[in-house]
């Protein structure tokens, strides 16, 4: 009985160790927080902490700004030069700070004015804004050899440059005196836009300006998005995607190139005149045999037409959400005769993965949708677009603004290559 007794408290001792050991090791099911995503994220974009040189006291900050600045002399000329050590320094009252040596000529004219103008360059600007930060107002009216447009204040007493996207009147409030520079502090007194530019909320369009980065040994352009405000730190969290998948590419052709995808779903926002000219420019850059350019291009975006194709197309029912559409045809009487006459088709095909890739870079989304070989539909395209004989289409390049829905793919297969010999 004692035996058995002792027996049964050393079982139950037993399954107490065991118990307690596991509670101690147990690894839930599901990491707590967000240890797992974030862990492979960081292995993913950042490679771990990296080795780093010293180069002594630079001002190595990452993007610099290359801004214009627009003031009066005494005598009312105007003037303008370029400034990168500029920024916003307030919010309330909104104020930019932008410092400039005594030595020119717009230190006298904003201390004696006590106002200035900041003008933001486009990418386009580029020699406009390089010459101005060259040339002294001390030695000629800049306005006048450059031919640009002076425009007086609407609030201060400082001129803007007509031609520029962007213009900040400012009223001096404070000058430091930093040592080389004077860092001049402007409160915003009003901004304005180029219409262009401004969507309905007043949002600027600022891919579509291009602005101008310097970057030391160049200026660089801007114009690829990488990803989203407010959006990209999902990325980090296990129960949240972001909308737009951020894009790491240094290099705005291959983030083109490697973000493309084949897009079915779109917003309601259209595809504008200016938009399909410049898909249709992109296809026509394309490389051609012979440099025949055997193409002709139809760009559609009346909703009756689209739906008229998309009667006739039974693979391309999505021209009835979008709002636009590039027909790519080849033209036989442009083609080459005799055996060279199908390189139409890979002229064609290259114009058509250029106005793919051009579409991604654009922010929009677009999808193929085949047309030649298959005879009845090309009789039936030519017949919407009542396109002559000597016409025929290969595609049907589908076009809007995507949703978000679809992702790009990974096609990278290495078994497909091989190096120097099957
Ligand atoms: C890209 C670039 C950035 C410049 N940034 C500044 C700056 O932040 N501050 C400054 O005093 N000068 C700067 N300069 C030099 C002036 O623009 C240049 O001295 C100009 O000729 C002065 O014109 P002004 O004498 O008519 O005022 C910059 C020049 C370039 C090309």
Request: charged share 20%; with cysteine.
């Amino acid at each position: 009985m004692k035996n058995k007794a002792t027996l049964l408290n050393i079982v139950l001792a037993l399954v107490v160790v065991v118990l307690v050991y596991q509670l101690s090791t147990h690894k839930p099911d599901k990491p707590v927080g967000n240890t797992v995503k974030t862990e492979a994220l960081i292995s993913q974009l950042e490679q771990g902490s990296t080795t780093k040189r010293s180069v002594g006291a630079k001002g190595h900050i990452h993007p610099k700004p290359a801004l214009v600045i627009g003031s009066y002399s005494e005598d009312g000329t105007p003037n303008i030069m370029t400034a990168a050590w500029a920024g916003i320094v307030n919010s309330r009252p909104m104020s930019i700070g932008v410092s400039i040596r005594p030595a020119c000529k717009t230190y006298d004219n904003i201390m004696a004015a006590k106002a200035f103008t900041i003008n933001v360059p486009s990418a386009r600007h580029v020699a406009y804004m390089d010459y101005v930060g060259r040339i002294s107002g001390h030695d000629e009216n800049k306005f006048e050899s450059l031919n640009l447009t002076a425009v007086k204040g609407d609030f201060v007493n400082a001129p803007y440059i007509g031609e520029f996207p962007i213009v900040i009147e400012c009223e001096l409030t404070e000058v430091v005196d930093l040592g080389s520079h004077r860092q001049f502090i402007g409160k915003v007194i009003d901004t304005k836009v180029d219409e262009r530019y401004l969507d309905a909320d007043n949002q600027v369009d600022v891919e579509a300006i291009n602005p101008v980065i310097y970057g030391g040994d160049y200026y660089y352009g801007f114009g690829q998005r990488i990803a989203k405000p407010g959006d990209a730190y999902k990325l980090f969290k296990d129960d949240m995607e972001p909308d737009f998948q951020p894009n790491t590419y240094a290099n705005s052709t291959l983030a083109s190139i490697y973000n493309r995808k084949s897009v079915r779903h779109y917003t309601d926002k259209k595809v504008t005149k200016e938009q399909l000219t410049e898909l249709v420019k992109a296809g026509m850059a394309a490389p051609t045999a012979v440099d025949k350019r055997p193409w002709a291009f139809v760009a559609v975006s009346e909703r009756s037409m689209l739906d008229s194709l998309a009667g006739v197309l039974p693979y391309a029912k999505m021209l009835k959400q979008a709002s636009a559409a590039i027909v790519v045809c080849g033209d036989m009487n442009k083609a080459l005769e005799g055996q060279g006459q199908p390189y139409w088709i890979q002229d064609c095909s290259a114009a058509s993965q250029n106005i793919l890739l051009a579409a991604e870079s654009m922010g929009l989304g677009a999808v193929w949708t085949g047309v030649h070989p298959i005879q009845e539909r090309e009789v039936d395209v030519r017949k919407v677009l009542n396109a002559p004989e000597s016409i025929v289409p290969l595609n049907v390049i589908v076009i809007g603004y995507p949703t978000g829905q679809e992702k790009p793919k990974d096609k990278w297969d290495e078994s497909n290559v091989h190096w120097e010999k099957w």
